[in-house]
């Protein structure tokens, strides 16, 4: 572990609240070298995507986090229900969401996030995506339940309702979790929600079924559906009041940053890392 | 008008429901132009924004098209309110949607789209940009009902809730509808709210409410926030579905094709008008 000192001056207690997201990094580094990055600045706490851990192998990805002390918080994603609307479809997307909660298991995470999946184009029936999903989280909760891993329901943001993520508001989110039961949560990204006129009323009625809290900022203008998030500050998006909102609703976990950005992807490691640090302290 | 037979089979009762949102031309075409070809194919009533007619002047469109027996269904729009966070804004927007809603008497449209308008970027407050919404409809309301010019909000999709307009659900719009009282209506456009969990029980909600309808499709992917929606069919809306459910509501009003495409817009004018009326017949 480096230990040279960081670059910007930070709250360690504010730190501790820290989750980064790793999409938020490009795909040009090593995962070690993120770690020891994390770990240098203070950040405790990390969520991969299978991207991360793919080509290494989770076990290893599981000893890398495990030896600098660090610990996972959620691992993405679930999402092929959604347009599985043939028996083949359908069969792979339950093989692969039990691939991914036994990875999460090896990985220690909190919970697996469920982003469901999006429509499947020919049928043009959201409804039946959703239903899909429902049908899917169902099916792999037995699994889940038995490995002590939550699945998380996370609300996209409509625009990525037709191919990225069906569950289109937290009240949509409430619902399904209510109908799953016992080891359903749901996770709220400040992103994919900060615009919905329930905000407020729906996460007070979330309560303890709130799993997991991200931030990230809506840019004027974005660029594109998925990938142009803005760091927190850069938006319009009442980060300190949606954390607000999830904490008088009883949530006091890990905040997570997850900034989907080509432009910050680009970036070097240390510049992002440090931006996220600053920001997360002064805007979060 | 010309009386070359149109290129495509329509069934004339259908298109007497066709009103086309004139956004969905480039600008590159003459009014006397586009009004000429819908004449043509049989398109009865037209919506302008107000470049169509800035130019010319209004009552040389107005004249336009009375001449061709056509009419206005909707003016587009008012739009300054959500951002206007300081006097000299404010009244700068109460001064355009009084112009607005004189210009729409003059074209004797049915109503006059408000859309509201985004955020102000610095204050990071949706919610105080709804509320000038509802405060500025409210103080343009009298000038309305005197006209006997209907005012329609429009709930936007939320991807544009930042920029162009924070009535970001059907649901916010009734209630802001209901709040404000006779005069104001709402606007359905399947694009904005086709991904909305709650789109069945809010429309039928919304009953007698409803005073305009509007479609096009969400394409799979869609590159562009505001200028990338696609031709009826070529997406993942279940536009019959939707018209379904605002027919049952008891709105049997036109059926507008409101089509912002940059692609679309660079198309030769009988080419999107041909496609307009064949998708209309078959997709809608």
Same mark, same amino acid.
């Given at each position: 572990v480096p230990s040279s000192t960081p670059s910007v001056v930070v709250d360690p207690p504010a730190l501790g609240r820290l989750a980064l997201?790793?999409?938020?990094?490009?795909?040009?580094?090593r995962l070690e070298d993120i770690l020891d990055e994390c770990v240098r600045l203070g950040i405790t706490a990390v969520s991969p995507w299978r991207q991360h851990y793919e080509e290494a192998g989770v076990a290893h990805a599981a000893r890398a986090v495990c030896e600098r002390g660090l610990r996972v918080n959620t691992v993405c994603r679930i999402a092929a229900? $959604? !347009?599985?609307?043939t028996p083949g479809a359908w069969q792979a997307a339950l093989r692969e969401g039990y691939r991914t909660i036994d990875e999460a298991t090896e990985l220690k995470a909190g919970f697996v996030t469920v982003t469901g999946g999006g429509v499947a184009p020919a049928s043009k029936d959201v409804v039946a995506a959703r239903k899909r999903i429902c049908d899917g989280v169902e099916a792999l909760l037995p699994h889940a339940r038995a490995a002590g891993v939550a699945l998380a329901l996370e609300p996209l943001h409509p625009m990525t309702a037709?191919?990225? $993520? !069906?569950?289109?508001s937290l009240g949509l989110a409430h619902a399904m979790a209510r109908e799953l039961g016992d080891g359903v949560g749901v996770l709220v990204d400040a992103y994919n929600t900060?615009?919905?006129?329930n905000l407020a009323s729906e996460i007070a009625a979330l309560g303890p079924r709130i799993v997991g809290f991200q931030v990230s900022d809506w840019l004027i203008?974005?660029?594109?559906?998925?990938?142009d998030r803005g760091m927190m500050?850069?938006?319009?998006?009442d980060l300190p009041g949606i954390r607000r909102m999830v904490e008088d609703a009883g949530f006091h976990g890990l905040v997570e940053v997850e900034v989907l950005s080509k432009r910050w992807a680009a970036c070097g490691l240390k510049d992002v890392l440090n931006t996220v640090v600053e920001r997360f302290t002064a805007c979060c």
């Open positions: 997201n790793l999409i938020t990094i490009g795909s040009q580094h229900f $959604g !347009a599985a609307d037709a191919d990225r $993520g !069906a569950i289109s900060w615009w919905d006129p203008p974005t660029t594109d559906l998925a990938f500050g850069d938006g319009v998006i």
